[in-house]
Nanobody, 116 residues
Framework: QVQLVESGGGLVQPGGSLRLSCVVS????????MSWYRQTPGKERELVAE????????TYADSVKGRFTISRDNAKSTLYLQMNSLKPEDTGVYYC?????????WGKGTQVTVSS
């Protein structure tokens, strides 16, 4: 069974930083492109960042470009999102997923709240 376990969220002040982690199982992580998404109630899920299976190429939403960094450790089957210079509009539930599983399975996500 596929499992996607996000962690690392919390409450931070504007300008602060968080590092999110996503530990996956049930599929071959090293062969899978991975993405981070975020969702706020009443809004569609937003694609935040993507990383290819090797980790050699990444893309970002314009809203986070220059502030967030997606990375991965294939040996640990773990995806990361380093979030710096956080803004209140970054608030939301953050989810990870893969190209293989995005149509079927989602984790519980991790809540990120940016507020003073």
């Amino acid at each position: 069974q596929v499992q996607l376990v996000e962690s690392g969220g919390g409450l931070v002040q504007p300008g602060g930083s968080l590092r999110l982690s996503c530990v996956v199982s049930g599929f071959t992580f090293s062969a899978s492109d991975m993405s981070w998404y975020r969702q706020t109630p009443g809004k569609e899920r937003e694609l935040v960042a993507e990383i290819i299976n090797t980790g050699l190429y990444t893309t970002y939403a314009d809203s986070v470009k220059g502030r967030f960094t997606i990375s991965r450790d294939n040996a640990k089957s773990t995806l990361y999102l380093q979030m710096n210079s956080l803004k209140p509009e970054d608030t939301g539930v953050y989810y990870c997923n893969s190209d293989w599983t995005v149509s079927y399975t989602w984790g519980k996500g991790t809540q990120v709240t940016v507020s003073s």
